[in-house]
């Protein structure tokens, strides 16, 4: 079998699988459409050119995480991103006001906020495997997370 066509066949199974994880990652630091759709063709395209062998499902799944995470602060720092206009002076609908009030919430947390509350609420990602993706010491880990649920705590209440 072509090698070319392995890679293929691995690169379709990851966008089947980490589809939505990277266009949740990216919601939250893009908040547009069209720049969403770019980060994410830029991932898998980075994926199909990535030629050393992942270690595990895990390590694969990580690896992901962190481009996205990459791909997105180099998107948010970009001319063209920091000159146009922002969804956040935007209204998003939703049928759950509650909803609504925590995702807004979330979305105005910094980045590095951002970040920890994805991966442990939403991806129920250990606190070392947090450091790890963030590249950040363990005890950094854990003050961002303490630090961003209580921003939560003040703007919606108990999370």
């Not at 980060?39 to 990535?50: G, T």
């Not at 001319?79 to 759950?96: A, L």
Request: proline share 4%.
């Amino acid at each position: 079998m072509d090698p070319s066509q392995d890679n293929n066949d691995a690169v379709s199974t990851a966008i089947e699988k980490y589809s939505d994880m990277v266009r949740r990652i990216c919601f939250l630091y893009l908040k547009d459409r069209a720049d969403i759709e770019d980060v994410f063709q830029e991932v898998f395209i980075k994926l199909f050119l990535h030629k050393v062998p992942f270690e595990s499902e895990q390590h694969q799944k990580a690896w992901i995480c962190r481009v996205t995470f990459n791909k997105c602060k180099d998107m948010c720092k970009s001319f063209w991103h920091r000159r146009v206009v922002s969804i956040e002076d935007t209204e998003i609908p939703y049928e759950n006001p509650e909803q609504a009030e925590l995702l807004d919430a979330v979305l105005k947390l910094p980045p590095d906020h951002r970040q920890v509350i994805y991966l442990h609420y939403y991806e129920g990602r250990s606190i070392p495997e947090i450091a790890g993706l963030m590249n950040k010491k363990l005890n950094t880990a854990y003050t961002l997370l303490g630090r961003a649920k209580e921003r939560l705590r003040k703007r919606v209440g108990d999370i």
